[in-house]
């Protein structure tokens, strides 16, 4: 779309509503853990629901690059036994694929289930959340992407850590003194954070004689970045990136020339450094001129890059007598890119 993609494209004013959701937990700061063996998170959470978003990678290279296991334990700090039941499960293989493992990440969460079995846990025991991460070897450089969302009856400690690929998350935990202190310029954040879903609702119904307009979140300016608190850290701890979060938004609008919506989007940061030269994302839109659900951002190959390329996400057909109709998505800020992604909605004729 030569000459169309630009940062000055209006906004769709909103609101945003904090919504009822799990303890948002995130370990992305330190994002490299540079030394063999220390805990990178270590926070309490309380018993109800709980949403933990893993990204660090193996970061060792003196006195040489190894091989490490990275991974993420539970300690029961209750009373009581504690059982423990995963409803959404995001696993991904270490890879130095970053935007591989942000967009499948997402796909496997969103499409995940809640499962049957419920794991008890006795008071002061310690336990992996994902096998997966115990069993893996991560090599230098490559990231452990882990999202996950379950529910706890006890109150819990939760730890992600880096050890030698012949021990355990329990019993690595049982012996590692070092907690990693903030490296703030590296990594979106870490800490237990207030709001985990939003409903962004527009203010006024948007209609495409208007023509072209966008609804940008996750940017930091029109969409501050959520607070939250750190064990490890002093002050008030801050999510760079907003990602794990939410965004369950509704779009209300309306055709009064009989014009269909293309919605789009694309790398508004291509240019803003080395690290923001593709994005790959994944989102669940409502149905249009393709079916509703889980979609690849892109569909046909890895990433998109620098404008003029864009993705298309939907077209939306207007209602026969010009009616108020709703467009339903769920986004989360995808890991590994650069943000926002805006969300572009194209006035266009239907055939």
Request: charged share 20%; with cysteine.
């Amino acid at each position: 779309m030569p000459g169309f993609l630009t940062e000055k494209i209006p906004n769709i004013d909103y609101v945003k509503v904090p919504m009822a959701g799990p303890q948002h937990v995130i370990s992305d700061d330190p994002e490299y853990i540079r030394v063999p063996e220390a805990i990178a998170l270590q926070e309490a959470v309380q018993p109800g629901a709980v949403r933990l978003y893993v990204y660090n990678v193996n970061g060792v290279k003196e006195p040489a690059k190894i091989d490490r296991r990275i991974t993420a334990v539970i300690k029961n700090t209750g009373t009581g036994v504690m059982h423990l039941r995963m409803l959404r499960y995001s696993s991904q293989k270490p890879s130095t694929n970053y935007y591989l493992c942000g967009k499948q990440g997402l796909a496997d969460f969103f499409a995940s289930k809640p499962s049957n079995v419920i794991r008890s846990i006795k008071p002061g025991e310690v336990v992996a959340i994902d096998d997966k991460f115990e069993k893996a070897i991560v090599k230098y450089d490559e990231l452990v992407h882990g999202f996950y969302e379950f529910v706890i009856d006890q109150p819990g400690e939760i730890n992600v850590l880096q050890t030698d690929i012949n021990t355990s998350g329990p019993k690595a935990y049982a012996r590692i003194k070092n907690v990693l202190p903030s490296k703030s310029q590296s990594g979106a954040g870490r800490g237990v954070f207030g709001v985990s879903n939003y409903r962004i609702l527009n203010t006024d119904v948007y209609d495409t004689k208007d023509g072209v307009k966008e609804i940008i979140v996750a940017d930091g300016k029109l969409d501050p970045w959520v607070t939250g608190k750190s064990a490890i850290s002093e002050g008030v701890a801050e999510l760079a990136g907003n990602y794990g979060v939410m965004y369950n938004i509704e779009l209300k609008w309306k055709s009064t020339d009989g014009k269909g919506l293309a919605l789009v989007t694309w790398n508004a940061r291509s240019g803003n450094s080395q690290w923001c030269g593709g994005m790959a994302n994944t989102m669940v839109v409502s149905g249009g001129k393709f079916k509703e659900g889980i979609i690849q951002l892109p569909s046909d190959r890895l990433v998109t890059k620098a404008a003029p390329e864009a993705i298309l996400v939907q077209v939306f057909k207007p209602s026969a007598n010009g009616e108020e109709q709703t467009i339903r998505m769920t986004y989360s800020p995808p890991g590994a890119s650069c943000l926002p992604t805006p969300l572009i909605f194209i006035p266009v004729d239907i055939k």
